[in-house]
């Protein structure tokens, strides 16, 4: 085969690469679009959430879950602590470890909404397709979250997820195939290493899991990061190193984020006044919770209710 017959096969295949990748861009666009016609989030299958907002956003707190997200139309952006990363329909965000943070939809209209997926993850998923890949997990202090390139067989293996919705009597067999496939893909990928925090104990990343564990259970205890330490097996130092390492927070930063975060839902979700929630998620003083609410949300807590209610309010009218 001559160099030019060489050339014009390379085109031709990139041209039939480009031509598929678009189509499963597509295809995964209309799937999430049919199961979404309102602006919300759904949960069609268990583990695998859909979501449609038809206008950019506000920055909202929430915690990540482990899980694997994919963007079919429009774009978002997360920030946790001074990092911020931002994906589209060209890649993929992975997070590892339960982990407070800021997101919001900055691409969206009702033309073209924004349209996502997200895969829940599970440490007992991850860790059999490491067994069966043969695969042994390195110590890592990754962080928790990162955004890589969506490929043609990663996406592939999406598109084929999200086809199940038309035939759930099969879900129960095929979902967990698929699932292993995307975390197989995922494992080969530039993100392996940081998907090993949900894989085998016994590295600092199961350690760190181990303490996120720990925080929300306790979450309106006081910290003692002594003690916390010693149950993990580690010296108060190693344990900041690797937490800051792996979540971008401090032990104490990461507590007081979800204390806060715990405490706007109260508000928001159950009509407690700030005092009430306050005192639920462990603040003595609500002096320092204004201040630290205000620090993290932007607003105080009455002003900040009112914004989100107003804005859940105008939310209700225009999906009627």
Do not use: W
Not at 210 to 221: D, F, I, K, N, Q
Request: hydrophobic share 40%; with cysteine; proline share 7%.
């Amino acid at each position: 085969m001559t160099l030019i017959a060489i050339a014009e096969h390379e085109r031709q295949y990139d041209e039939r690469l480009l031509q598929r990748l678009q189509a499963n861009r597509e295809e995964l666009a209309e799937r999430i679009a049919r199961a979404t016609p309102r602006d919300g989030a759904v949960e069609p299958l268990e583990g695998l959430v859909l979501a449609r907002l038809s206008s950019p956003s506000n920055p909202l707190p929430s915690v990540a879950e482990p899980s694997f997200c994919v963007i079919a139309q429009g774009r978002k952006e997360v920030f946790v602590e001074h990092s911020r990363y931002e994906y589209d329909p060209f890649h993929y965000l992975l997070a590892t470890v339960e982990l407070p943070r800021f997101s919001r939809v900055i691409e969206a209209s009702p033309e073209r909404p924004y349209l996502s997926l997200t895969l829940r993850l599970e440490p007992s998923q991850v860790t059999a397709v490491l067994l069966s890949a043969g695969y042994v997990p390195r110590r890592s202090s990754a962080h928790a979250l990162d955004v890589s390139p969506l490929d043609e067989r990663l996406l592939d293996a999406v598109v084929r997820l999200v086809r199940l919705l038309d035939t759930p009597e099969e879900a129960p067999v095929l979902m967990p195939l698929v699932t292993q496939e995307i975390i197989y893909r995922l494992l080969v990928g530039e993100q392996g290493r940081r998907l090993c925090h949900l894989a085998l104990r016994g590295g600092v990343p199961s350690e760190i899991a181990s303490a996120v564990s720990y925080l929300r259970r306790h979450l309106s205890e006081p910290l003692r990061v002594e003690r916390l330490a010693r149950e993990l097996g580690m010296s108060v130092s190693s344990l900041h190193h690797h937490f800051k390492a792996v979540t971008g927070l401090s032990p104490l930063q990461y507590l007081k984020q979800l204390r806060l975060q715990e405490a706007r839902h109260l508000m928001l979700n159950e009509g407690l006044d700030a005092t009430s929630a306050a005192f639920r998620v462990g603040y003595q003083d609500v002096s320092h919770f204004n201040r630290d609410y205000r620090a993290l949300f932007g607003l105080p807590p009455a002003r900040d209710m009112q914004r989100l209610r107003q804005e859940l309010e105008s939310l209700a009218v225009s999906t009627d």
